[in-house]
């Protein structure tokens, strides 16, 4: 079922639940209105006959010789209404001495406990039926001057024009009812439309945009920016962002694809000499060989960081322990000291600091950034690695002299298979994704990594961590009295 289906549904059945109620209420207050003004007419037209009855009456009296007298007279109850209240008068014994004239030759059969209730003072009105005609009834005593009863008047009136005007209420409430919901059920499916139709556009073009397999295509902004127009905005910013998603992965393919036919070239290009002969020469077969160990070594790197940063993009959690991140520093400096051949690498400030993460992973992390610091240092240049934090924060900086960056290159440098020159080239051994990885481990520890470089000067790379809620340090022996010093001293 469509949504201009639903919502057209959902106005008509609220607009009949209204209607409905609204009928019924108005329909109850025309009925309980119509059988109050009945009722009070019945009770006054008793009342009216009461008084003059009071006024004449004895205990000796016999209510059938004061009408044969004339002293009381009932009249024509033509002339208290239309014809349609009829009066009739008994005695204590039941025997009907005086009927309204428009009575005819019938008599008011009236129900027996309607007397008895009568008589206990508890006159009440109620419906009966003469031929086929619903009458209200109303009872009352005729009491003497002593309280006793002496007889009853029976006044009722035919319903039969309230009958009518309830029926052609209760025509009417179902007539406009069904017109209501009909002109709701057309208009409200226009309506459904008209608001809909924006939506239908928006899904229109992107249909378009999909069977045309065109990310560059937009969908339109209505002028007026409403939900609809706020629905297109957003619709427009998840285009641009699978798009550049899309060319990022596109290129990343293309990378991958580069880096492996390069050392599978190599492979194969060692392999046909060997083939050719090269086996034969014992000199030349180590040489070939080296060549294919080396080049897959690099093609096991390279698929070893795919994977990691394949696990960091489907959101594997990362492991969960308390880090000394001073003495990680200080494994890592101890491990990074002896590659640094011919370049200074000291440690510079060691606060204390615990964090929650991946020991392994931060350490390949800053692992990395130490390499990469040390291989694009010149001979007699200086890196320093260093440890500060302050009341929310870790920083570990990576600082060198080397060659810099330029700063058109650093919002890149995290890109997957990006290098910025020659100097930074496969030939340099790395595969264009330690710096990915480094940023993703940092990620998945809610931190964040900054690059401070300038071109000839040497670079900085700065990676944030927040603290552990444990603020607690245990007793460890401190970096300034660690074997450290002499590390320094080599």
């Given at each position: 079922m469509s949504i201009r289906t639903r919502l057209t549904l959902w106005y008509v059945g609220l607009l009949a639940l209204l209607l409905i109620v609204f009928g019924v209420?108005?329909?109850?207050?025309?009925?309980?209105?119509?059988?109050?003004?009945?009722?009070?007419?019945?009770?006054?037209?008793?009342?009216?006959?009461?008084?003059?009855?009071?006024?004449?009456?004895?205990?000796q009296d016999d209510l059938s010789s004061l009408f044969e007298r004339k002293v009381v007279f009932l009249p024509n109850a033509d002339v208290f209404s239309t014809g349609e209240i009829y009066v009739q008068l008994r005695n204590a014994d039941g025997k009907v001495f005086s009927r309204s004239e428009n009575l005819g030759s019938q008599y008011l059969a009236i129900p027996s406990e309607q007397h008895a209730r009568a008589r206990f003072g508890q006159a009440a009105p109620s419906d009966f039926i003469v031929n086929k005609t619903r009458l209200r009834l109303y009872v009352a005593p005729i009491r003497a001057k002593n309280d006793a009863v002496l007889g009853y008047i029976e006044v009722a009136q035919s319903l039969r024009q309230v009958d009518n005007t309830l029926r052609e209420l209760a025509t009417l409430i179902t007539v406009s009812i069904a017109a209501g919901l009909i002109v709701a059920a057309v208009g409200g499916w226009f309506i459904a439309g008209n608001v809909l139709a924006p939506i239908g556009k928006v899904m229109t073009a992107a249909q378009k945009i999909t069977r045309a397999r065109d990310l560059g295509r937009r969908i339109e902004v209505p002028q007026m920016v409403d939900e609809v127009g706020r629905l297109a905005m957003t619709f427009n910013e998840m285009l641009a962002r699978?798009?550049?998603?899309?060319?990022?992965?596109?290129?990343?393919?293309?990378?991958?694809?580069?880096?492996?036919?390069?050392?599978?070239?190599?492979?194969?290009?060692?392999?046909?000499?060997?083939?050719?002969?090269?086996?034969?020469?014992?000199?030349?077969?180590?040489?070939?060989?080296?060549?294919?160990?080396?080049?897959?070594?690099?093609?096991?790197?390279?698929?070893?960081?795919?994977?990691?940063l394949a696990r960091q993009d489907a959101g594997v959690p990362i492991a969960k322990q308390m880090i000394e991140l001073d003495t990680l520093l200080l494994e890592v400096y101890r491990q990074a000291q002896v590659t640094a051949k011919g370049v200074t690498f000291v440690l510079g400030a060691e606060d204390q600091a615990i964090i929650t993460g991946d020991r392994d992973r931060l350490k390949q992390v800053l692992l990395n950034l130490v390499d990469n610091a040390v291989k694009y240092t010149p001979q007699g240049g200086k890196v320093t690695l260093s440890l500060t934090k302050d009341d929310t924060w870790v920083k570990i900086a990576v600082q060198d002299t080397g060659i810099g960056i330029a700063a058109e290159n650093i919002p890149n440098l995290f890109d997957r298979f990006y290098r910025v020159d020659k100097a930074r080239s496969r030939d340099a051994g790395g595969t264009g994704l330690g710096l990915a990885i480094a940023k993703s481990v940092v990620d998945a520890h809610n931190g964040k990594i900054t690059v401070e470089s300038q071109i000839g000067r040497g670079s900085t790379f700065t990676v944030w961590l927040p603290l552990s809620e444990t603020k607690t340090v245990p007793n460890t022996t401190p970096l300034a009295q660690s074997p450290r010093l002499a590390l320094n001293e080599t």
């Open positions: 209420a108005l329909y109850a207050t025309v009925y309980i209105t119509s059988y109050q003004e009945v009722d009070r007419s019945l009770r006054q037209r008793a009342s009216d006959i009461q008084a003059s009855l009071a006024t004449v009456i004895t205990l699978i798009e550049e998603l899309f060319r990022a992965q596109q290129r990343f393919v293309a990378d991958v694809s580069h880096e492996l036919r390069s050392p599978l070239t190599a492979v194969r290009g060692n392999l046909d000499l060997l083939q050719r002969g090269a086996a034969n020469d014992p000199e030349e077969r180590a040489q070939v060989i080296e060549a294919i160990d080396s080049e897959t070594a690099r093609m096991s790197r390279l698929v070893s960081d795919l994977l990691l």
